[in-house]
């Protein structure tokens, strides 16, 4: 997705949260400098793993384990949303990409780097504290923002991780999308998840 066509979606949901539009870019600026030198990766690692494929987004609702038997995730190219990573272990199964902004476990997703996952990072003004903690530790990292992406960093579209991951595999030309994990009425979480969950909703419903 171009800028100019997600910046007026963005700018509704930072008034929408009340989010800072300069702390977002300074979070960009932030990952950019750690991953400009040197360069953690290339897009068109990521291009190669998702284009032409049929692709298994996993969210991270309580559904995602009972989801998964409802699929053969050996057919698809697996994409997890953040804390999906720690169920798919569990399974047995390695997500080809992990997009986070880094609030799950992330010592799962640093384990699943280790065995070969691309970490999609996403930086936004609350979690440069964990940018600066776990990024070194990582490898093979393509960066995001959710304001206008600096040197190095991409801007796919989304807002939540499950949404991102739906826009970053469009994006790049994944052949099918099939989603596991998402449950938008999810009952058993706070107020400011449920406006999270109703975005992502919204925002996914743009593809359908």
């Known amino acids: ?59 991270n609702a309580p559904t995602l384990k009972k989801d998964l038997e409802q699929v053969d995730p050996s057919d698809h190219v697996i994409i997890a949303a953040d804390g999906a990573t720690s169920v798919l272990l569990e399974q047995g199964l390695i997500p080809d990409v992990i997009v986070t902004d880094l609030d799950g476990d992330v010592e799962k997703e640093i384990e699943a780097n280790k065995k070969g996952a691309i970490m999609v990072v996403h930086a936004h003004g609350d979690n440069t504290g964990k940018i600066l903690s776990f990024v070194p530790l990582l490898t093979n990292i393509i960066g995001t923002s959710q304001t206008k992406p600096p040197q190095g960093l991409f801007n796919f579209g989304g807002f ?18 099939t989603l596991v994990g998402f449950d ?19 925002l996914i419903e743009g593809f359908a």
């Open 1 to 59: 997705m171009e800028y100019d066509k997600w910046e007026p979606i963005y700018k509704k949901i930072v008034e929408d949260f009340g989010f800072s539009e300069d702390a977002d870019a300074d979070a960009a600026q932030l990952l950019s400098n750690l991953l400009i030198e040197p360069v953690k990766a290339d897009l068109n690692d990521l291009t190669d793993v998702i284009k032409d494929k049929d692709t298994l987004i996993c969210g």
């Open 160 to 177: 939540t991780d499950g949404d991102r991951c739906v826009f970053m595999a469009h994006q790049l030309g994944a052949t099918s999308m």
């Open 184 to 202: 938008f009425d999810d009952d058993n979480v706070d107020e400011i998840k449920k406006k999270k969950l109703n975005w992502a909703r919204r």
